[in-house]
């Protein structure tokens, strides 16, 4: 076994492998950027090599670097983790020929499998229905229009050397072609140093469906059951989870035996993830193959009971596979939220700057339910503009799909994270959608259910009395630590007032609170001015917790608390609201108060996150009309094309390509 394995990688991904190589006795080296010379894996690390600046094309894209590490260090293998050098054949080859052991699949493998185009072809000669494309070289923009037309629309362009949903672009027309080839390549080269693209038909209404492949180096491979990845958005994947809620045990052993023949055929020995298009109806055709470890994996080591990079090692170091197909079993059910550096509302734009707070919710395995986190980040850390936006995997498992669903929801409401804008209420939202829960998906589910992005929601009914009685329990906390305060007045002491004006943002519920019972009673007021029956709150939140974790007539609720001028805002599935508490006196006075006027933006494109101007397609004096493209900002490895809203002309423009720009920065104006 190796005694000391190098890292080409960063943040989530070199800190989950970290963590397996300690459990291993294995000591660990971590690369770094200038820009993450304080980041959470490089403290992790038993050693840690600085190969160059921010940008990854000059540092974690550089093979010459990374061999250049290991032989500092006397690191004898190199785990890729995934993205960055992770698909790279010559990478793997650089390192055989400095003696250096890679940690995946064999060079052969990747070149047959890795690339997209060639993981296709190598497919159809094997008889494995794939879904009709265009696998050749594409010349230039009018060659993609001609074959996105001889395919019929819908087509997706997508990075021949991509992953992680860089590079992809869904077309519905001979324009959006055009424009889509440009972007895709663009994003490709950034993100992978290979602007190849290949078009393909895009399925209508499909599902995601993957199946995680296990190889070693004496022709052994099995299959670990699947993963369901349909709920995406710009084709990222944002919640997995494993097993699919479509599949029936004959529809996985197929899936499992064509992935784990077409894995024989190239020779596989690592962990690897057959990607296959599902149809409602259970068919399924070859989409390609990923050979490296998936973001996800975490559900399948989760159901499976299987770390997936102690196997990578383990194969890597010339040891069979201990497990035969006969021995994997699927037990409960898992699910993975991705949480990223990204405003739900603000079109998910990136997000960037320092983690002011980061307070997870505690990893545990209690009752069957387990909740683990993997990240690469920790509070004070920073979230930067050069790479991917991902804080973290949070994921749960327990017995069903609904009780790791509700595990799930519990967990992202008691996700604390401060500093930079996060799509944890977004993730929130989602595991209470009544069609998520019932298991009705489709990669087209985000664009179908929020057709209009994600806004900000108005709490009512049952969220709303939620939402109250734990602001009207917080501010009664709040006046308890107030009247034990030393040095104030005494003499005959005052019955304080239990009735209580609740303002969720201006709506206002009326309510009664006060100690009771061994927590604080809640009675809702009726429109004829009683109170109603109690509602029991129960929790040991103290002033300054972030998080209000407790019951509610012993069912479990937890809220994300922020403290704002005169008030507390709360966070609760997907719900973020201002929460003021008043005595009947103050709420009269309140009730008279102003509501202050917005700002008008409307003649004004600003930048809707810090990033790089690409381009500026307009000119000064020039008419637009509403869709058209007014300017195209790149931000952690995304190319985001900003558009006009309605129409209107150009009157100046206040930014120029190259330009860095601060969220909310004048991009242009209009007359």
Not at 248 to 256: H, W, Y
Not at 347 to 366: A, D
Not at 511 to 526: H, K, N, Q, S
Not at 559 to 564: D, F, L, N, S, W
Request: some cysteine; charged content about 25%.
């Amino acid at each position: 076994m190796f005694k000391r394995i190098l890292i080409a990688n960063r943040g989530e991904i070199a800190c989950r492998v970290i963590k397996t190589a300690r459990r291993m006795g294995i000591k660990t080296v971590a690369v770094y950027s200038e820009a993450d010379r304080d980041a959470l894996h490089v403290e992790m690390a038993d050693d840690a090599v600085l190969i160059g600046p921010p940008a990854a094309a000059e540092s974690y894209l550089v093979m010459e670097k990374i061999i250049e590490a290991c032989r500092k260090t006397g690191a004898e293998a190199v785990h890729p983790g995934y993205g960055f050098l992770s698909e790279r054949e010559a990478f793997a080859r650089a390192l055989a020929e400095a003696g250096i052991v890679f940690i995946g699949p064999n060079p052969g493998a990747i070149a047959a499998m890795g690339d997209k185009i060639e993981s296709k072809k190598a497919a159809a000669k094997a008889d494995v229905s794939t879904v009709p494309g265009f696998l050749g070289v594409i010349e230039d923009e009018r060659h993609a229009v001609k074959i996105a037309d001889a395919i019929g629309y819908p087509v997706m362009i997508k990075a021949s050397a991509g992953g992680g949903g860089k590079g992809m672009r869904i077309a519905n027309s001979t324009s959006e072609v055009a424009e889509g080839f440009g972007l895709a390549k663009a994003e490709a080269k950034a993100s992978f140093g290979d602007d190849r693209v290949f078009i393909e038909k895009f399925i209508v209404d499909p599902r995601h469906i993957e199946i995680q492949v296990l190889g070693d180096k004496h022709g052994n491979v099995i299959y670990l059951g699947e993963r369901e990845c349909s709920i995406q958005r710009r084709n990222q994947k944002v919640i997995e989870e494993a097993p699919s809620p479509l599949l029936d045990e004959t529809t996985r052993r197929q899936m499992g035996e064509q992935a784990v023949a077409l894995a024989k055929a190239v020779n596989y020995d690592s962990a690897g993830t057959v990607e296959f298009v599902a149809g409602q109806d259970k068919s399924f055709f070859f989409l390609e193959m990923n050979t490296r470890l998936q973001v996800e994996h975490p559900v399948t080591e989760l159901v499976t009971g299987i770390d997936l990079v102690e196997q990578m090692i383990r194969v890597a170091a010339g040891e069979k596979l201990a497990l035969k197909q006969k021995d994997v079993r699927l037990t409960g059910w898992a699910v993975e939220s991705r949480v990223y550096a990204e405003d739900p509302f603000r079109n998910f734009l990136p997000s960037i700057g320092r983690l002011v707070k980061y307070r997870p919710p505690l990893e545990s395995s209690v009752d069957g339910i387990t909740v683990r986190n993997d990240t690469g980040v920790q509070e004070g850390g920073e979230i930067s503009i050069y790479y991917d936006p991902m804080i973290a995997k949070l994921v749960t498992h327990a017995p069903s799909r609904a009780a790791a669903i509700e595990a799930q929801a519990t967990a992202l409401d008691s996700f604390y994270i401060d500093g930079i804008r996060h799509n944890i209420p977004f993730l929130s939202a989602l595991m209470l959608h009544p069609r998520w829960r019932e298991g009705k998906l489709s990669t087209g589910f985000i664009a179908e259910e929020f057709p209009k992005g994600f806004a900000v929601r108005i709490p009512e009914g049952e969220i709303a009395r939620r939402l109250a009685a734990v602001g009207a329990a917080i501010d009664h906390v709040l006046g308890e630590r107030k009247r034990q305060i030393s040095g104030q007045l005494t003499g005959r002491p005052v019955q304080r007032e239990r009735r209580r004006a609740v303002w969720l943002d201006r709506a206002e519920i009326p309510l009664d609170v006060a100690r009771e019972a061994g927590g604080i009673a809640v009675r809702f007021v009726g429109a004829d001015g009683a109170a109603g029956n109690p509602h029991l709150l129960v929790s040991p939140w103290t002033p300054g917790d972030p998080v209000w974790q407790g019951t509610i007539d012993g069912h479990l609720v937890a809220m994300q608390v922020r403290p704002i001028p005169n008030g507390i805002r709360l966070a609760h599935q997907g719900y973020e609201v201002a929460v003021n508490v008043f005595t009947e006196s103050e709420a009269t006075a309140a009730r008279l108060m102003p509501i202050g006027a917005k700002t008008d933006t409307g003649k004004k494109l600003l930048c809707p996150m810090p990033g790089l101007v690409v381009s500026i397609a307009v000119s000064e004096g020039q008419e637009v009309k509403a869709g058209e493209t007014l300017a195209v900002v790149e931000a952690m490895k995304m190319q985001n094309v900003l558009r006009a809203e309605r129409d209107g002309t150009v009157k100046k423009i206040h930014a120029a390509p190259g330009a860095t720009l601060a969220v909310d920065a004048l991009i242009l104006e209009f007359a």
